[in-house]
C-alpha cells in the first residue's frame, strides 16, 4: 500500500480513487454497449431501456442509503460498493439473456447510488478536517476515469473484441486501485454540519429554517421517533438546485452536437466540437474551481456561474451560427462545472438523509432533461429546446440565493499549518 507521511495527500488520494473508479467503471460497459447490442440481439428501444434501469437503480437506491451510512459509515459503504461495481463487470461479460441483464444493470444503478453518497460524504468530510476545498477536483478525477476506460476501451479493441478480457482486465485495474488507497479512506465520517453562522447572504427566511433545523435537532431523546422524515426547506433547494445543474450538464452533452449540425448548420467535422467544448471547459474548471471556492466561496461560484451559463447560451442562441454557440457552450461549461460539487458538499453537511435525497434528484434531472429538452425541441425548435436549458441554468443561480453556504477557511501553504475544522463564514 501507499505510504504517504502526509495524511491530507494520502486521504486526497483516496478518496480520488473512489471518484476515478465511478467514473471508470461506468464508462467501461457503457463504452461497449454496441457489443453489448449486438450479443443480446437488443434493439435501440431495448438498449434505451438499458440505460434507464441504471438510472432507476440510482433512484431505488435513495431511501436505503441513509440507514446504511448511519450503520457502516461512509468508508465502508464505499469500499463495499465498489467491490460490487467490480464484480458487476465480470458478470456482464457472461450475460444469458437481456432481462438478466436489465436486472444487473438496475443493480449496478443501485451500487452506484451508494457509492456516489458515500465518496461524496467521504470528500466533504475531507473539506472540514482539514479546511481545504478539494471537492471540484474531485468532480474532475470522475471525469478523467471516464476519458481513461474510454481510452482503454479503444486500446483493448486493437487486440480483441471479447467482453471477457476488457471488463476482467478493467476490473481488476479498479480493485488493484481501491486496494491501493482504501486504507487512506477517513476512518469514521466526521461532523460535516455547517456552524451556524455560516452562511451566504443570510435572510431572515433562511435564519428561521436554519432556527427550526436546530430545535428538531434539539427535541428530547425520550420522544419517539419519526417514521417518515420531511426534508427541511433548505435541503429541497438544494435538490432543485442540483436538478436545474444536471438537467443543463446532461442536455448539452446530448443535444450541443445536434444544435450545431441542424441549427447551426455545421460541418461534420466540426459537430463533435460541441460535446467536447463543454466537457472540455468543465474539466478545466473543476481543476480550478476549487481555489476559486476558498477566495469567494461556493456560494458565489455557484450563483455567479450558472448565470453565466444561462446569460452566455441565451446570447448565443439569439446571435446563431457556429462561432456564437461554440462561445455559447463554453459558458455553460465553465459556468456549471462547480455546481454539484458545491452542492454535493452543502448537502453532506446537512447529514446522509439529505445528502440521499440531493444525490437521487441529481439522477432524476440527468434522466429527465434530455427527453424534455426533445419534447420541447419537437413541439417547436431545438433552439427553443436549447433556450430551455438556457432557462435551467438561471434558475441554479435562483435556487442557490436560498441555500445556507458555508465556506472553508482558505488553504495555507501546509496542512499541519491549519487547525483541521476550523469554519468560517462568507462575507
Same mark, same amino acid.
Given at each position: 500500500?501507499?505510504r504517504?507521511?502526509d495524511?491530507f $495527500?494520502r486521504?486526497?488520494?483516496?478518496?480520488?480513487?473512489?471518484f476515478?473508479f465511478l467514473g471508470?467503471?461506468?464508462a +467501461?460497459?457503457?463504452? $461497449?454497449?454496441?457489443t453489448?447490442?449486438t450479443h443480446l440481439?437488443?434493439?435501440?428501444?431495448?438498449?434505451?431501456l438499458? #440505460?434507464m434501469a441504471?438510472?432507476a437503480?440510482?433512484?431505488?437506491s435513495?431511501p436505503l &442509503?441513509?440507514p446504511?451510512?448511519?450503520?457502516? !459509515?461512509?468508508r465502508l459503504?464505499?469500499?463495499l460498493?465498489?467491490?460490487v461495481?467490480?464484480l458487476?463487470?465480470l458478470v456482464?461479460?457472461v450475460l444469458?439473456?437481456?432481462?438478466?441483464? #436489465?436486472?444487473?444493470?438496475c443493480?449496478d444503478?443501485?451500487?452506484?447510488?451508494f457509492l456516489?453518497?458515500a465518496m461524496?460524504a467521504?470528500?466533504a468530510?475531507?473539506? &472540514?478536517?482539514?479546511?481545504?476545498?478539494v471537492?471540484?477536483?474531485?468532480h474532475a +478525477?470522475?471525469?478523467?476515469?471516464?476519458?481513461s476506460?474510454?481510452l482503454?476501451?479503444?486500446?483493448?479493441?486493437?487486440?480483441?473484441s471479447?467482453?471477457a478480457?476488457?471488463? +476482467?482486465?478493467?476490473a481488476?485495474?479498479l480493485l488493484?486501485?481501491? !486496494?491501493?488507497t482504501q486504507?487512506?479512506?477517513?476512518p469514521?465520517?466526521?461532523?460535516?454540519?455547517?456552524a %451556524?453562522?455560516a452562511t451566504?447572504?443570510?435572510t431572515?427566511?433562511?435564519?428561521?429554517?436554519?432556527?427550526s433545523e436546530q430545535?428538531e435537532?434539539?427535541?428530547?431523546?425520550?420522544? %419517539?421517533?419519526?417514521r417518515?422524515?420531511?426534508?427541511t426547506?433548505?435541503?429541497?433547494?438544494?435538490?432543485?438546485?442540483m436538478?436545474f !445543474?444536471?438537467?443543463?450538464e446532461?442536455?448539452?452533452?446530448?443535444?450541443?452536437s445536434?444544435?450545431?449540425?441542424?441549427i447551426?448548420e455545421?460541418g461534420p467535422r466540426?459537430?463533435?466540437?460541441?460535446i467536447?467544448v463543454v466537457?472540455?471547459?468543465?474539466?478545466l474548471?473543476r481543476?480550478?474551481?476549487d481555489?476559486?471556492?476558498?477566495?469567494?466561496?461556493?456560494?458565489?461560484i455557484?450563483?455567479?456561474g450558472?448565470?453565466?451559463a444561462?446569460?452566455?447560451?441565451?446570447?448565443a442562441?439569439v446571435?446563431?451560427?457556429?462561432?456564437?454557440a461554440?462561445l455559447?457552450f463554453?459558458c455553460v461549461?465553465?459556468?456549471?462545472?462547480a455546481?454539484?460539487p458545491?452542492?454535493?458538499?452543502?448537502a453532506?453537511r446537512?447529514?446522509?438523509d439529505?445528502?440521499a435525497?440531493?444525490?437521487?434528484?441529481? +439522477?432524476?434531472?440527468?434522466l429527465a432533461?434530455?427527453p424534455v429538452?426533445?419534447f420541447i425541441a419537437?413541439g417547436s425548435? #431545438?433552439?427553443?429546446?436549447?433556450?430551455?436549458i438556457? &432557462?435551467s441554468?438561471v434558475?441554479v443561480?435562483?435556487c442557490?440565493t436560498?441555500?445556507?453556504?458555508p465556506?472553508?477557511?482558505?488553504?495555507?501553504?501546509t496542512?499541519?499549518a491549519?487547525? %483541521?475544522?476550523t469554519?468560517t463564514a462568507?462575507r
Open positions: 500500500m501507499f504517504m507521511h495524511p $495527500r486521504a486526497q488520494l483516496a478518496i480520488a480513487a473512489l476515478l471508470f467503471q461506468y +467501461t460497459w457503457v463504452s $461497449r454497449l454496441p453489448l447490442k440481439d437488443l434493439s435501440a428501444a431495448q438498449v434505451g438499458l #440505460l441504471g438510472g437503480g440510482a433512484v431505488i435513495f &442509503v441513509p446504511a451510512m448511519k450503520r457502516l !459509515g461512509s459503504l464505499s469500499l460498493s465498489a467491490l461495481l467490480g458487476i463487470l456482464l461479460a444469458p439473456n437481456y432481462p438478466v441483464t #436489465l436486472l444487473v444493470i443493480l444503478g443501485v451500487a452506484v447510488g456516489n453518497v461524496n467521504q470528500g468530510a475531507l473539506e &472540514v478536517e482539514y479546511g481545504r476545498t471537492m471540484a477536483r474531485f +478525477t470522475f471525469s478523467a476515469g471516464s476519458l476506460a474510454a482503454l476501451a479503444v486500446g483493448v479493441n486493437l487486440f480483441t471479447s467482453l478480457v476488457h471488463f +476482467t482486465a478493467a481488476l485495474l488493484l486501485a481501491v !486496494g491501493l486504507s487512506g479512506l477517513l469514521q465520517d466526521q461532523q460535516v454540519e455547517s %451556524p453562522d451566504l447572504n443570510s431572515p427566511e433562511q435564519e428561521a429554517d436554519s432556527a430545535a435537532q434539539t427535541e428530547p431523546a425520550e420522544r %419517539p421517533k419519526r417518515l422524515v420531511l426534508p426547506r433548505v435541503t429541497i433547494w438544494m435538490g432543485l438546485a436538478v !445543474g444536471t438537467v443543463t446532461g442536455a448539452m452533452n446530448d443535444w450541443s445536434l444544435y450545431l449540425k441542424d447551426a455545421a466540426v459537430t463533435p466540437l460541441g467536447a466537457s472540455g471547459m468543465m474539466v474548471a481543476i480550478f474551481a481555489g476559486w471556492r476558498a477566495r469567494w466561496g461556493d456560494g458565489r455557484v450563483v455567479a450558472s448565470a453565466l444561462g446569460a452566455g447560451l441565451a446570447v442562441l446571435a446563431g451560427g457556429v462561432f456564437p461554440l455559447g463554453a461549461g465553465l459556468g456549471v462545472a455546481v454539484t458545491c452542492v454535493y458538499v452543502a453532506a446537512q447529514g446522509p439529505a445528502l435525497l440531493v444525490a437521487a434528484m441529481g +439522477t432524476i434531472g440527468l432533461g434530455p429538452i426533445g419537437s425548435s #431545438l433552439t427553443w429546446g436549447m433556450g430551455a438556457a &432557462v441554468a434558475l443561480s435562483l442557490a436560498r441555500i445556507r453556504w465556506a472553508l477557511v482558505p488553504a495555507q501553504p496542512p499541519a491549519q487547525p %483541521p475544522g469554519l462568507d
